[in-house]
């Protein structure tokens, strides 16, 4: 990884080796990390792509314009110039275990979005837009899933390093599989925040799941919660890092999307039935979200 020499905080691009598949991979053993890095609150950015999963918490990270404890089996999804910095310097991190990928879109090769089209169109890096768009998102992998996600970085890993016959394709294999459950996670993480021991959560975000189809609005939820407008933005955004409206948006996405490559409906049904009476208003607010038209998210994830 190289600085780009800009002004400012470190901007860093992926130094790519000819031959090699461009993902890298690292072991986080925070007792290891010299404690003589970065000063405290210094942040930077890369020109790439981070997934950061923690098998073991400690210390905290800034992510965007929010501070998230690391806690044991988070997942960090960092998009290319989101803001990241090690809260207290390198020494923040000195309990915390876990792993880390870089890459650049170009790892999914042929699949990735051609010139036209913005990174933002693939699906299996749809869970970075957020952090593009949002701030950068902390997601939880759930207790059946983590063994998997630390095998799968190990495998990753290993491939990468001992480099034997088929390692290319052994690779990707592992990365991808890495995403899949990356963006069912994403997908997920509205059900994710309803179980953990969050009354006011899992109360904001039932209503959301029942109502997101209607004409709903934060004065909406708010009033079933019993809070002001403003007092609920505060607290959601403290403990999610998204707003209200943020949540009812991303919900009614990830069904328009699911509509649109498992069902011929019209585009404007689709529309209708994730909440939007205007099918203009919609396909503006999806290629706004996507990069792409409905249609052409269509397009790209059928055969």
Known sequence: MLGSGREGP???????APGVPPVSVSRVLGRELPRAGPPAGQVHSHE???????????????????????????????APGELVGIVGGAGGLQEAEGWTAFFPPEVLGSEAPGAFLSWRAHPLLFPFVRGAA???????????????????????????????????????SHFTLLLVGLSRLAVDVAEDLRLRDEPLLAEV??????????????????????????????????????????????????QARKLLVQTNQAVEEVGRRVGHANAAYFVRHFRRAHGITPLAWRRAGRP
């Open 134 to 172: 949002g701030g950068t998102q902390r997601l939880k992998v759930p207790p059946a899933e983590r063994a998997s996600w630390s095998e799968r970085f190990a495998a990753l890993e290993a491939e990468l390093r001992l480099r034997q016959d088929g390692y290319r394709g052994a690779a990707l």
């Open 205 to 254: 975000f039932g209503f959301i799941e029942e109502h997101y189809s209607e004409r709903l609005s934060l004065k909406d939820v708010a009033r079933v919660v019993g809070l002001t407008p403003g007092h609920l933005t505060t607290v959601l955004r403290r403990k999610t890092g998204r707003t209200v409206q943020d949540w009812i948006s991303e919900r009614r996405m990830a």
């Open 10 to 16: 470190p901007v860093y691009a992926y130094d790519a």
């Open 48 to 78: 790439f792509f981070v997934l950061a999963y923690f098998e073991r918490g400690g210390g905290s990270l800034r992510l965007a314009d929010h501070v998230w404890p690391v806690e044991a089996v988070d997942a960090y999804v960092v």
